[in-house]
């Protein structure tokens, strides 16, 4: 299952319109908006250099977060749109959307390589060559794993592991519909260095 959802933390905005989406800039303030879930729309804000941090730290757009504003139950919601200046490139307006826990959305799950000791290639000296350490899935929202596993089991020199080989958890799906490279299983420096040699030999 997913660990801990990574909060962010809001204020509830009393007004609205531009008027008051004006006053929460000049307070260091950025506006925002939560809708969806069957419930009315709130307006929020969020402080500027607390979202800056947030952003900067990438895949805003794609992480589920725990929205905690007082005096109001903690609520999932998703990132559908961040407005910024055009000049600037500064936030200047969030749209949040709430989530059932049925809702389906796309999410980067954490990759782990298990029994490296049970593969043949890495104790030969090959070297696992991790394509994506990350891998974006269609998930439930009330039901997200922790991370997907590739078993190492058996794997030589030259292996080539896809997402396809690997086994998802129930109702996961990959959300590119080819075959991709999840990581291979390189030969070491010297014994290409001789492989090399060989080649040059035959030729």
Request: hydrophobic fraction near 40%; aromatic fraction near 4%.
């Given at each position: 299952?997913a660990?801990?959802?990574?909060?962010?933390?809001?204020?509830?905005?009393?007004?609205?319109?531009?008027g008051?989406?004006?006053?929460?800039?000049?307070?260091?303030?950025?506006?925002g908006?939560v809708?969806?879930?069957?419930?009315?729309p709130?307006?929020?804000?969020?402080?500027?250099?607390?979202?800056?941090t947030?952003?900067?730290?990438?895949?805003?757009?794609s992480?589920l977060?725990?929205?905690?504003?007082?005096?109001?139950?903690?609520?999932?919601?998703?990132?559908?749109?961040?407005?910024?200046?055009?000049?600037?490139?500064?936030?200047t307006?969030?749209?949040?959307?709430?989530?059932?826990?049925?809702s389906?959305?796309?999410?980067f799950?954490h990759?782990?390589?298990?029994?490296?000791?049970?593969?043949?290639?890495?104790?030969?000296?090959?070297?696992?060559?991790?394509?994506?350490?990350?891998?974006?899935?269609e998930?439930t929202?009330?039901?997200?794993?922790?991370h997907?596993?590739?078993?190492?089991?058996?794997?030589n020199?030259g292996d080539?592991?896809h997402?396809?080989?690997v086994?998802?958890?129930?109702?996961?799906t990959?959300?590119i519909?080819?075959?991709?490279?999840?990581?291979?299983?390189a030969?070491?420096?010297?014994l290409?260095?001789?492989d090399?040699?060989?080649?040059?030999?035959?030729?």
């Amino acid at each position: 299952m997913a660990g801990e959802i990574p909060d962010l933390i809001a204020e509830a905005r009393m007004g609205t319109g531009k008027g008051a989406a004006r006053q929460a800039r000049r307070e260091q303030l950025v506006p925002g908006i939560v809708y969806g879930g069957g419930v009315d729309p709130q307006p929020i804000n969020i402080k500027y250099n607390y979202l800056l941090t947030k952003l900067r730290k990438g895949r805003f757009l794609s992480t589920l977060f725990n929205l905690k504003v007082e005096g109001q139950e903690d609520v999932r919601v998703i990132c559908r749109g961040v407005q910024r200046d055009v000049v600037k490139d500064l936030p200047t307006h969030v749209d949040l959307m709430r989530l059932r826990r049925t809702s389906r959305i796309n999410l980067f799950i954490h990759v782990n390589f298990e029994n490296q000791d049970k593969a043949p290639g890495l104790k030969r000296g090959g070297t696992l060559t991790v394509v994506r350490q990350e891998v974006e899935l269609e998930v439930t929202a009330g039901d997200i794993p922790d991370h997907i596993t590739v078993d190492l089991t058996g794997k030589n020199i030259g292996d080539v592991i896809h997402i396809e080989d690997v086994t998802l958890p129930e109702g996961v799906t990959a959300t590119i519909k080819r075959n991709f490279v999840i990581a291979n299983i390189a030969a070491p420096s010297g014994l290409r260095s001789e492989d090399n040699a060989e080649d040059a030999a035959e030729e």
